[in-house]
């Protein structure tokens, strides 16, 4: 059984940095394609970025030049390196992956930007 655990959320201040990591189990080849959702309150999840097989990235307008999606093949985990926080980045992020043709998903960990 695949899973994705992902972890590194919290609360931050404004123009503070937080890592997230996803850790996936139960999966002896790579992903496709990995990546990060995240989902504010009142509002549908939206992607953050991903990263796939080759390391081609894509990112959200709105995170481009502050975050940074990375991947470690060999551990199947994939990173997010949050830089400039700002309040807007408030939401649940989730990891996803995707491998024959199939997507899993994370629990998803809580990201707050606040003072």
């Known amino acids: 059984q695949v899973q994705l655990v992902e972890s590194g959320g919290g609360l931050v201040q404004p123009g503070g940095s937080l890592r997230l990591s996803c850790a996936a189990s139960g999966i002896t080849s790579s992903f496709r394609v990995m990546g990060w959702y995240r989902q504010a309150p009142g509002k549908q999840r939206e992607l953050v970025a991903n990263?796939?097989?080759?390391?081609?990235?894509v990112y959200a307008v709105s995170v481009k030049g502050r975050f940074t999606i990375s991947r470690d093949y060999a551990l199947n985990t994939v990173f997010l390196q949050m830089n400039s926080l700002k309040p807007e980045d408030t939401g649940i992020y989730f990891c996803?992956?995707?491998?024959?043709?199939?997507?899993?998903w994370g629990q998803g960990t809580q990201v707050t930007v606040s003072s």
């Open positions: 996803n992956g995707i491998v024959d043709a199939r997507g899993y």
């Open positions: 990263i796939n097989i080759v390391g081609s990235t």
